[in-house]
C-alpha cells in the first residue's frame, strides 16, 4: 500500500487512498506537474495473463473520451505493478448513496441517471470494434455535485481483472452477481446487450432499494420446475418501468433490447406518468425486495445454481416468454429430482464428533441438506505427462484456499458465492455449499473435520460438513480475511480488512471475544495470513509486520523478525505459518522473499527468494518440506535440511491460491485462480 506523501513516479503524491481491493487500490494523488487532483489506480500484475489484461486496459481507456468516463492522462510500470492515472471524479457512488437512503429512489431521478448511462453505453458499444464495461452495477457510478453519472471501473472487487472488454471476446476472471448475465457466468461470448443486462439489473435495484435474483438463482430454479423468480421480484418495480426492465433482464440474450440506443429510445418514449409506482407504496416495495431477494437466494440458490451452471448449456429462444425456460427445452439435461433431508439441532452447537466423516457416503450427486450435485464442467482434461504431475483438472474459476479432508481424497475451496469439495484424483468437482450473498473467501477445516468455515464479506459462515446445514454466520462488520481453527478446536480465530482479530468460542453458543484494543490495536492494517501454533497458545498475524499474539488476550509477544540483519526491513508479508513442531515460523512477502524464523528467539535462521510475490505456504506434516505459491502461478518446495536450493514446478501464470499436503507428505495439491487443480509428487 502507498502512504500519503509518497511520490510517484517523480510526479504523482499520494494523497489519500479511495478504494481497495485484492489486486491493488485506488488513490487521490497531485499531479506536482500540472498542480490539480488525479486518480492514480495502483494495481499488482498477477502473471502473464494479468499484465495482457491491464495492458489493454490502458490501451483501450487511453482512446476514449466521453464526459461520461473518466479521461486516463498517464499509465506506467513500477516493480510493484502498473499505475493508471486518470481524472479525480469527486462525489458519491450510487451505491454509497443507496446505503445512506436505506430504500430506493424515485422513478424520475433513476430515469434521469438511466438516460446518461445509456449516453455513455451508446458512444462505448458504438466504437470498432464496440467496446464493452462487463461490470456496471451501483458500486461503480458515480453522482459528481453537478449531478452527472460517471461509469468507472476500479477492476478491484475479489481480486476480478479488469472488465472493460471488447464484443466477441470472452470473460477475464471476475463478474459481480446479481448483476451479470447469464452468458458471463457462463464464461461464453458476451456483446453490448450484456451491458443491457447489467444495466438493468442496477436500475432495478436502485428503484427497489434491493438487488433482483441472480441469473444462476433464476435459472436454478427454472431447471427446477419452479417460476422465474424475477417475476415475483417484478411486482416491486414501478408498473410503467416492469415490461421495459424485464425485457432487459432476459435469461435469453436474443431477446434483450438491440441496442443501448433502441433502450434510450423506448425510455424517452414512455409516458410522463409512466415512472409513478401506482401499485404498492415505497416502504412496501423495499420490504417485499428484501423479502424475495433473501427468501428467494436463501431458499432456491443454496441448493440449486452450481447444477444449473453445470447443466446449462443452451437458452431456447422460440416460443416463450422473455427470460422463461423450463428443463424439458434442454436436450439431454433431465427435470432435477430434489431431496432435502434437514437435520434438526437438538442443541445450538452440537458436540463435535471424534472421527472424521467418510465423505465418499456424504457427497453423492443425489441432493441432500445444503449439498448441491456439482458435476465438473464439461473441459478437456489436463492429461499429467507420467512425470511429477499426478493428476490435474478444470474446476470453476476463481477458486481460493485449500484444505484437505480426512479422508485424503476431498478437498476443499471456496469460489465466488460456493465452497467446493474436490476430488483431485477423479478430477472432478463432487459437490458444493452455495452462499450467493456471501462473496466466499478463505476457508478452514475444524480439526475433528466435522466443520467448515469459510469467511465472507459480511462474517463467517460454519457448515457441518457431514450435511451442509449452515449453523449459522458469525458476523463482521467488513470482509473476513484470514480464519483458523485453534488445533483443539475450541476457538476460531478470524482476522478482517479492518485489522479486527475476534476469537469466537466453538463449544459455548459460539460466544465471540475480541482482543482489548489497549492490548492489540487494529491500526497494524489488514489482516492477511494469520496461523495458530501446534501447542495452541499463540497466533501469528500478517500485517504490516509479522506478530506474536498471546491467543488469551491478544498481548504481542514479539514482532518478526527480531534481530537486525538479513532482510529484516521487509514489509506486506502475506502468508504466514507454523512448522508441525512450531519451533520455526515462515513468512511469505509480496517482493518474493520466503523467510524461516525461529519462534523463540525471533531470528531469521533462513530466507530464500521466490519468483514472483507469495501468496501461500504449507509445510509437509513430516516437517521436511515448505511449500510456496506465487502470485506469478509458480509453486516451490523446499527442504529444510542444509543447502536445499529448492526445485519449481512447472506452473501457466495464474495466482496460486492454496497448498496443502496429504497425511504422509507424499503429494502436494493446488488451487489456481483460473480453476485448476493439480495434484504433484512432493519426493524429486
Excluded at 5 to 25: K, N, W
Aim: hydrophobic share 45%; glycine share 10%; with cysteine.
Amino acid at each position: 500500500m502507498l502512504t500519503p506523501g509518497t511520490i510517484v513516479h517523480e510526479r504523482y503524491r499520494i494523497e489519500q487512498l479511495v478504494g481497495q481491493g485484492a489486486m491493488g487500490a485506488v488513490y487521490a494523488a497531485v499531479d506536482l506537474r500540472l498542480g490539480h487532483t488525479v486518480a492514480l489506480k495502483h494495481t499488482r500484475i498477477p502473471g502473464p495473463a494479468g499484465a495482457a489484461a491491464l495492458d489493454r486496459e490502458a490501451q483501450i481507456l487511453t482512446q476514449l473520451a466521453h464526459p461520461g468516463l473518466p479521461t486516463v492522462s498517464d499509465t506506467f510500470t513500477t516493480d510493484e505493478g502498473q499505475c493508471l492515472v486518470m481524472s479525480f471524479i469527486p462525489g458519491p457512488t450510487l451505491a454509497e448513496l443507496l446505503d445512506e437512503r436505506g430504500t430506493g429512489f424515485p422513478p424520475d431521478m433513476v430515469l434521469t441517471w438511466a438516460d446518461q448511462i445509456l449516453g455513455v453505453l451508446d458512444y462505448l458499444h458504438g466504437r470498432q470494434p464496440p467496446v464493452l464495461h462487463r461490470d456496471i452495477k451501483p458500486q461503480n457510478l458515480k453522482l459528481t455535485p453537478a449531478g452527472a453519472v460517471v461509469l468507472l471501473d476500479f477492476g478491484l472487487a475479489r481480486g476480478q481483472l479488469f472488465q472493460t472488454n471488447l464484443a466477441g471476446q470472452r470473460s477475464v476472471i471476475g463478474y459481480t452477481l446479481p448483476y451479470a448475465p447469464l452468458e458471463q457466468v457462463r464464461g461464453e461470448d458476451t456483446d453490448p446487450r450484456s451491458d443491457l443486462f447489467a444495466l438493468a439489473g442496477t436500475l432495478a435495484h436502485l428503484l427497489v432499494g434491493a438487488p433482483p435474483p441472480d441469473a444462476l438463482t433464476r435459472a436454478a430454479a427454472i431447471l427446477a420446475g419452479g417460476p422465474d423468480p424475477l417475476q415475483a421480484y417484478a411486482d416491486a418495480l414501478p408498473s410503467g418501468l416492469r415490461a421495459v426492465l424485464l425485457a432487459c433482464l432476459s435469461l435469453d440474450l436474443a431477446r434483450r433490447p438491440a441496442n443501448a440506443a433502441a433502450l434510450r429510445a423506448t425510455l424517452a418514449r414512455l409516458p410522463d406518468d409512466a415512472a409513478v409506482d401506482t401499485s404498492t407504496s415505497e416502504p412496501e416495495r423495499t420490504q417485499a425486495a428484501w423479502r424475495l431477494a433473501e427468501g428467494l437466494v436463501h431458499a432456491i440458490a443454496l441448493m440449486l445454481v452450481v447444477a444449473a451452471l453445470a447443466a446449462l448449456t443452451w437458452l431456447p429462444r422460440e416460443a416463450q416468454p422473455a427470460g422463461v425456460l423450463t428443463p424439458t427445452d434442454i436436450p439431454g439435461v433431465p427435470t432435477p429430482v430434489i431431496e432435502l433431508t434437514l437435520t434438526a439441532l437438538a442443541e445450538p452447537f452440537p458436540p463435535e464428533p471424534p472421527l472424521v466423516p467418510t465423505m465418499a457416503s456424504l457427497l453423492q450427486p443425489t441432493l441432500v441438506s445444503g449439498w448441491v450435485a456439482a458435476p465438473t464442467p464439461a473441459v478437456s482434461p489436463l492429461t499429467p505427462d507420467g512425470g511429477p504431475l499426478l493428476s490435474s483438472f478444470q474446476a470453476p474459476p476463481l477458486l481460493s484456499g485449500l484444505v484437505r479432508a480426512g479422508d485424503g481424497g476431498t478437498f476443499f475451496a471456496t469460489t465466488l458465492q460456493s465452497v467446493l469439495a474436490l476430488d483431485a484424483t477423479a478430477g472432478r468437482v463432487r459437490a458444493a455449499l452455495i452462499d450467493p450473498l456471501g462473496n466466499v473467501g478463505m476457508i478452514a477445516l475444524s480439526p475433528s473435520g466435522s466443520r467448515l468455515a469459510a469467511g465472507t464479506r459480511d462474517g463467517v459462515r460454519l457448515w457441518q460438513v457431514a450435511d451442509g446445514v449452515l449453523i449459522t454466520t458469525l458476523p463482521h462488520a467488513v470482509p473476513v480475511s484470514a480464519l483458523a481453527f485453534t488445533p483443539d478446536g475450541h476457538w476460531l480465530i478470524t482476522g478482517d480488512t479492518a485489522g479486527q482479530v475476534h476469537l469466537w468460542d466453538m463449544t459455548d453458543d459460539m460466544r465471540k471475544a475480541t482482543w482489548a484494543v489497549s492490548e492489540y490495536p487494529a491500526e497494524h492494517g489488514a489482516v492477511r495470513g494469520l496461523a495458530v501454533s501446534p501447542d495452541g497458545a499463540v497466533v501469528a498475524l500478517a500485517q504490516d509486520r509479522v506478530r506474536i499474539c498471546r491467543l488469551t488476550d491478544g498481548y504481542v509477544l514479539s514482532t518478526l523478525p527480531l534481530t537486525a540483519g538479513e532482510s529484516t526491513a521487509l514489509a506486506n508479508p502475506q502468508a504466514v505459518v507454523f512448522a508441525p513442531d512450531g519451533a520455526t515460523i515462515a513468512v511469505g512477502y509480496s517482493e518474493g522473499t520466503v523467510q524461516f524464523v525461529a519462534r523463540a528467539t525471533g531470528v531469521i535462521e533462513r530466507s530464500v527468494s521466490g519468483e514472483g510475490p507469495v501468496e501461500a505456504l504449507a509445510f509437509s506434516p513430516d516437517g521436511a518440506y515448505l511449500a510456496t505459491g506465487s502470485d506469478t502461478g509458480v509453486v516451490q518446495i523446499w527442504g529444510l535440511g542444509e543447502g536445499d536450493t529448492g526445485r519449481t514446478l512447472p506452473g501457466h501464470g495464474s495466482p496460486v491460491q492454496g497448498l496443502v499436503f496429504d497425511a504422509d507428505s507424499s503429494t502436494l495439491a493446488v488451487t489456481m485462480a483460473d480453476g485448476v487443480v493439480q495434484q504433484w509428487r512432493v519426493a524429486p
